[in-house]
C-alpha cells in the first residue's frame, strides 16, 4: 500500500513556463513534507519542505503547496529552466519518527 | 562543501557471492540511513543509524543483510550471498539528529549477474 503517490511518471515543460508536479498521500498523521530532485546517477537533493502548520513554503523558484484536506501537495517551479530537468521524489515523515515515505517519482523534462 | 561518500560508485557481483559498501557521512551528523533505490521507484529505508545504534532495520533482509556503524561514524553494508533481484542503487544518507533534511551520497549501482 503505497502512503504516497506520485501519479505522474514524468511531465514535460516547455523551457520558461510553469511546471507543476503533484503528491497525494494517504496517512494524515503525516505532518513533514519534502521534495528532492534526483539527476541520473547523483543521490537525491534537498530541495525544499514544508510543515503541516503551513500552507505553503517559498524558495526562488520553487514553491510548495499543501492542501491537508486533500492530502495533496504540489511543487511548483517557475520559470523552468533545462537544468530543472531531472526526477523529482515527494516524501513525507511523521513527527518525531524521522523515517520519510517516498513517493515513487516524476521525471521532469523542460524541452527548449 | 561537506559531502557523503560512499564506495564503490558501482558493482558488479555474481549471484552468491558477498558484496559490501562502505559510507562515510557527513561530519557531525549522528543520523545515518541506507536506502536501496529500484529503478521506476522511490528510494526504501533499509536501515537507520542513531550513531552506533540501530534505531529502524524493520525492512532489512536480515538473512542476506547486514549494517553496521561500529564507532558511530562510517558504516558497512554488506550482502551475502547476493540475489540477482538485488540489484538497485544503493543509497547512503546522514543527517544531523532531530532533522529530516537528509543528504544523500552518490550512491552504489550493485548489479547482480
Known amino acids: 500500500d503505497q502512503q504516497v503517490k506520485q501519479n505522474s511518471p514524468s511531465l514535460s515543460v516547455q523551457e520558461g513556463r510553469i511546471s507543476i508536479l503533484n503528491c497525494d498521500y494517504t496517512?494524515?498523521?503525516?505532518?513533514?513534507f519534502l521534495w528532492y530532485k534526483k539527476y541520473p546517477a547523483e543521490g537525491p537533493t534537498f530541495l525544499i519542505s514544508?510543515?503541516?502548520i503551513k500552507d505553503k513554503n517559498e524558495d526562488g523558484r520553487f514553491t510548495v503547496f499543501l492542501n491537508k484536506s486533500a492530502k495533496h501537495l504540489s511543487l511548483h517551479i517557475v520559470p523552468s529552466q533545462p537544468g530543472d530537468s531531472a526526477v523529482y521524489f515527494c516524501?513525507?515523515?511523521?513527527?518525531?519518527?524521522?523515517?520519510?515515505?517516498w513517493g515513487a517519482g516524476t521525471k521532469l523534462i523542460i524541452k527548449p | 562543501e561537506a559531502e557523503v561518500a560512499q564506495s564503490p560508485r558501482y558493482k558488479i557481483t555474481e549471484k552468491s557471492q558477498a558484496v559490501a559498501f562502505w559510507c562515510d557521512p557527513i561530519?557531525?551528523?549522528?543520523?545515518l540511513y541506507w536506502y536501496r533505490q529500484i529503478l521506476g521507484q522511490g528510494p526504501e529505508l533499509l536501515v537507520q543509524?542513531?550513531?552506533?545504534?540501530?534505531?529502524?532495520d524493520s525492512q532489512l533482509p536480515k538473512d542476506r543483510f547486514s549494517a553496521e556503524r561500529l564507532k558511530g561514524v562510517d558504516s558497512t553494508l554488506k550482502i551475502q550471498p547476493a540475489e540477482l533481484g538485488d540489484s538497485a542503487m544503493y543509497l547512503c544518507?546522514?543527517?544531523?539528529?532531530?532533522?529530516?533534511?537528509?543528504?544523500f551520497g552518490q550512491g552504489t549501482r550493485l548489479t547482480v549477474v
Open positions: 544518507a546522514s543527517s544531523q539528529t532531530g532533522n529530516t533534511e537528509a543528504f
Open positions: 561530519s557531525g551528523h549522528a543520523t
Open positions: 543509524f542513531q550513531d552506533e545504534s540501530v534505531v529502524d
Open positions: 496517512n494524515s498523521m503525516f505532518d513533514y
Open positions: 514544508i510543515s503541516s
Open positions: 516524501a513525507a515523515s511523521v513527527g518525531s519518527n524521522y523515517q520519510l515515505i
